[in-house]
């Protein structure tokens, strides 16, 4: 599985960013889908996760009640919205396909895709 993600941006604070993820192959209906991000200096955390036919989302504390997560498994694409941005989402998301594990763990994950610059002013 080959995965790209797009969407990134610099957007003002209190703006929103669709974040969007394209996947190769035909299994993409397998695999849990997750988003993670890296802040400049920091570790790769996780931000949000969703089961393979969407029924389950997961977030973190950090994006919680601004964020959601969605696929379009017809299209092989899953979607990150986030809402009320802020200076500390400035950071690279990257998507990421797993199987088998905790969703916020990068290890449960399989295939990363190249990242997506995330960059939010005050």
């Known amino acids: 599985v080959q995965l790209q993600a797009s969407g990134g941006g610099l957007v003002q604070a209190g703006g929103s960013l669709r974040l969007s993820c394209a996947a190769s192959?035909?299994?993409?209906?397998?695999?849990?889908m997750g988003w993670f991000r890296q802040a400049p200096g920091k570790e790769r955390e996780y931000v949000a996760a969703?089961?393979?036919?969407?029924?389950?989302?997961d977030y973190a504390v950090p994006v919680k009640g601004r964020s959601t997560i969605s696929r379009d498994n017809a299209k092989n694409t899953v979607f990150l919205q986030i809402n009320s941005l802020k200076p500390e989402d400035t950071a690279v998301y990257y998507c990421?396909?797993?199987?088998?594990?905790?969703?916020?763990?990068?290890?449960?994950?399989?295939?990363w895709g190249r990242g997506t610059l995330v960059t939010v002013s005050s």
């Open positions: 192959g035909r299994t993409f209906s397998s695999y849990i």
């Open positions: 969703i089961s393979p036919y969407g029924g389950t989302t």
């Open positions: 990421a396909a797993g199987g088998r594990g905790s969703w916020n763990r990068p290890g449960t994950y399989d295939y």
